[in-house]
């Protein structure tokens, strides 16, 4: 039976009728310093620059070069750069590594641990799914997206008790950055991370062993069920966790060699020294359902292969066998490294194909953040675009309330500017045409008001040119005011001006008939003079008669030339 191809096809999980939270579960980080101490001891955070904590952001934001994981990771064997095992997980289930549980998490380090330190094989796809496979991770009403992805032992698979705790409280606030690393492959690279990927169901979570893969891994199964029922030799999931977390090598990372050449102490994949036992126990309790009761194994009942206790010649003969029957070349054993050789030159071909693929992926990860860049670009131009547009109609709203202002203004202006120019018209009974009008009611109106002015003003400089010639006349004594209302207000007293004029014209003409009475040398009683009630009046007349053929000469001698007109005989003293 030819074994089945795995692709990346898929379809939605008809099982789950309840919605994923999405972007909802993410809140902000609650990394405490209990963490952070146990980090540290671990030797996770000992790199510079291999953990970055958020600050105050409610959802994750990695800075670049870095990728969102979590403390219970962490500390169930995850590091970075990831083993490539890992990642061919992750994209065979088409999953991120927060849609895995911490419990998962566990379960694919204690798998790891087992083929390399105890069966002497790298982690493959075919013993994977004959003791795993996925299920989604919620209730009737929810759905979740962290921890959305539980991995479950089968119920046929003949496996460890690695007995888990049900669940893990609070795992998912204590999220962080780790520095994403490789070793110069770019199959150790962890998916960029998308908190808003939803979790779709694929075939591959259900696929299992072909029975191809199932006769290739039928030795292997026969030796991890004498792993575990060997008197006096059981070996346990407990165990195999101690195991690696007493030797600090993360089973999760790309390392330098695999566990079966571990060299102990000086061992280069080591992130810390021995952890001391009761650090050891209280984090084994702390990711293991066991309590304070239960008893923590210091050691393994089974000696682990290493650099010290390599793997036995007959083993490497099986894993040729059983390499050879997994590329498919399985007809003559004879013929096996050739076959092999060929596989390798298939193997360095298809590596060759994947470099590409890895460069065409990371260009299509490039473009894609510049993609986001411009799309988010391209939001805030829309948004300030949309704040313009605001602003915009905020202004013309603005505008067409002054426009409305100013014509209410205008309108207003016209009306007292034509109420002005009636009261002129009234005033002066003068109505004037404009030769070109404007057609503008207030332009016009502004008009006649210029000619109305022009006209007053013209009328007031003859105005004050004539009241400045008289006011020496009337005001001999006073200086002449600078403003022509005040010169019109001389001119406006409460007495008769011109009557005052006469009055010191007569006393001038009195003063100077005496004088010249005086200077006739005639005898006169000056008591007399002036005693009008002794005179009649008609002999005043004939008196000021006979006195006229004189006048002209009187007159001439003061400088006064007579007009033509008579004189008035209106008696005014």
Known sequence: MPPRRL?????????????????????????????????????????????????????????????????DHLIRGLSTPIHPFLRGLLFVYGLQLHHLTPNSILHISIFITL?????????NWALW?????????????????????????RSTANYFDVKLPDS???????????????HGCAEDNIPPFDGAEKILRRRSWDAEATEEERTSTEALMTRIHELQNTRGKELSGIQIIVYFLKNRVQPLQARKFPLWKYTGDEDVDRLSVDLEVKDLE?????????????????????KPFSAAHALPKPVIKDLLRIGAQFVGYREYASKTEKKLAEANERANTLALQLEQSEKARKKAESDAVDARAEADKAKADAAGVEDLRKRLHTAETSLSDHIAAQSAREEAIRKRLTTQSRRFVART???????????????????????????????????????????????PKKEEPATFLNLAKCFNPSEDLGLR?????????????????????????????????????????SLIKAAKPNTRKILAYIGIKPSSTPSSSKPEV
């Open 282 to 302: 209280k984090l084994v309790r702390k990711i293991t359902s066991l309590s304070k009761k239960d008893s923590i194994p210091s050691s393994c009942r089974v």
């Open 429 to 475: 009974a003068q109505e004037f045409q404009l030769d070109e009008p404007a057609n503008d009611p207030l332009l016009d109106a502004l008009s006649f008001l210029e000619v109305h002015g022009s006209e007053a003003r013209e009328g007031i400089d003859q105005a004050k040119a004539g009241l400045s010639r008289l006011f020496p006349y009337f005001f």
């Open 168 to 182: 893990v409280q609070g795992w998912r606030k204590r999220w962080l950055y780790i520095r994403e690393e490789n």
């Open 115 to 123: 083929c390399e330190a105890f069966l002497g094989v790298s982690p």
């Open 7 to 71: 692709t990346r096809h898929s379809t939605p999980d008809s099982s789950m009728a309840a919605a994923d939270l999405g972007t909802a579960e993410w809140e902000r980080s609650k990394v405490t310093n209990q963490d952070l101490n146990l980090l540290k001891k671990l030797g996770i955070t000992t790199k510079p620059k291999a953990v970055c904590f958020p600050s105050e952001e409610s959802y994750p934001a990695p800075p670049m070069g870095y990728r969102v994981s979590f403390v």
């Open 501 to 541: 004029v006469r009055h010191e014209n007569m006393k001038v003409a009195v003063e100077n008939t005496v004088a010249l009475v005086a200077d006739s040398q005639q005898s006169i009683d000056w008591s007399k003079v002036g005693d009008t009630d002794q005179i009649e009046q008609s002999r005043w007349r």
């Open 129 to 153: 799914k004959r003791i795993f496979f996925c299920r989604r991770n919620g209730s009737p009403n929810v759905a979740y997206n962290i921890g959305g992805v539980v991995i479950s032992i």
